[in-house]
Every structure is written in C-alpha cells, then in structure tokens.
C-alpha cells in the first residue's frame, strides 16, 4: 500500500468558518508533510512533522494549525481564513532521516475561501 | 537564493526530440534527489530518483553533480504523454521543490 489519503478532495468555507483538512498514511513513514500549492506554481513546503513532532515550520501564518494525533495521521487545521489562502493542499509522507526515500503524495484537497 | 532553482521553461519540443532539464540545489548537505512529474491539475508523482553514479529508466536518464550542486533530467524520443510539469525535489530531510519545468510535446 503506497496511499496518501486526503479528505475532503474539494473544501469551500467562508473566512470566518473553523475547518479540518485530514491526511492519512499506512506505509510506516515517520515524516509527514503538508504543502500549498498555487495555480503554475510548484508545491510550497509549509510544516514536516517527524516521529509525530513538528520540526520544521516555514513561517506558516497562524490560521494554518497542524497537528498530528499520531504516525498514520496529519491534520491541518483552518481557521480566519482569507480568500488568498484558496489552493490545492497536499500531504505527502516519507521516510526520515538521511538518504530518505522518496515522498508519495495525496490527491490533494482543492480548497476555496469565500 | 532560492535552495532550489530549476529551469524556468516552458519547453515546447516536437515528438521524438531528445530535452534535458537541470536543476541546482545550494545545501551541500543534501542526500536524496527526485524528479517528480505532475500532470494539470492531479497531485506530484514521482518520477525517479537520482542516485549518485547517475541511473537511467527506459527513455529517461537522471544525473548528479555533487561538486556542482545541480541535477539533471534527460528524456530520449519524447512522447506526447511526456507533456507534463518537471519538478525536482532535494532533501536534507524537509523535501523542497525545485519550480518546476513544464514541457509540451507536439506532434
């Protein structure tokens, strides 16, 4: 099983409505990554989380919350969203530590803020 | 500078032509190296990894340059299904994207 699964696939919300976006892994990956990405624009690394602790925030604002209850789950959580944050957000899990694997990504959630 | 930095493109190449991209990355700690291809609109898949002494795949031939920081990607007798974004990743653990190179192959 090599599957990311990301629910829901396609998220409209208003930018004062509180959501979840929701990313699950069976591979035993001790990485787990979340990534926005915008129209004809490569994805953009936003928090790794490694051996469920996050390690590597990139200056994410703070209506962006991750957390990740445990090895197989990641959450992002949403809240005072603006319209700009509409994208495709992506998980994708990976091995960890040096000369890790590749990542394999989910289907990605097509997110719209209203 | 970006720790990633790749060819912009776009690439427009008649089928059956031989196109290469690079990719340089500046974090000399870097350890693993992809190419990822993502079609319109789906989600990145991977593509192949790069290993040191270079590796081939079929059409597709990936090689490093540590001395260099670069990457690159050969695609021999390109195909109309080759038509895609190019993304390479480097990982010194957190898996940053180069951004990305879209290639159209015509007939």
């Known amino acids: 099983d090599t599957e990311v699964t990301q629910t829901p696939k396609h998220l409209v919300m208003g930018m004062t409505n509180k959501k979840s976006l929701k990313c699950e892994q069976h591979?035993?990956?001790?990485?787990m990554y979340w990534y926005k990405q915008k129209a004809k624009k490569p994805p953009e690394l936003m928090f790794v989380?490694?051996?469920?602790?996050?390690?590597i925030n990139e200056s994410v604002p703070s209506r962006f919350s991750p957390e990740c209850p445990n090895s197989s789950l990641l959450n992002l959580h949403l809240h005072a969203l603006q319209p700009e944050d509409s994208a495709l957000y992506l998980c994708?899990?990976?091995?960890f530590g040096q000369g890790s694997t590749e990542a394999f990504f989910g289907q990605g959630t097509r997110l719209t803020v209203v | 500078r970006k720790e990633v930095e790749q060819d912009p493109g776009p690439f427009n190449v008649p089928e059956g032509a031989t196109v290469a991209f690079n990719c340089t990355y500046s974090?000399?700690?870097?350890?693993?190296f992809f190419w990822y291809r993502q079609d319109c609109r789906k989600e990145p898949k991977l593509l192949m990894s790069v290993y040191s002494s270079g590796n081939e795949d079929g059409r597709f031939t990936a090689q490093l340059n540590r001395a260099s920081q670069y990457i690159s990607l050969l695609i021999r007798d390109s195909k109309l299904s080759d038509s895609a974004t190019y993304l390479c990743?480097?990982?010194?653990?957190?898996?940053?994207f180069g951004a990305g190179t879209r290639l159209t192959v015509k007939p």
């Open positions: 974090n000399s700690a870097s350890q693993s």
């Open positions: 989380y490694s051996y469920e602790k996050l390690s």
């Open positions: 990743v480097v990982n010194p653990n957190d898996m940053r």
């Open positions: 591979m035993g990956h001790r990485a």
């Open positions: 994708a899990s990976s091995q």
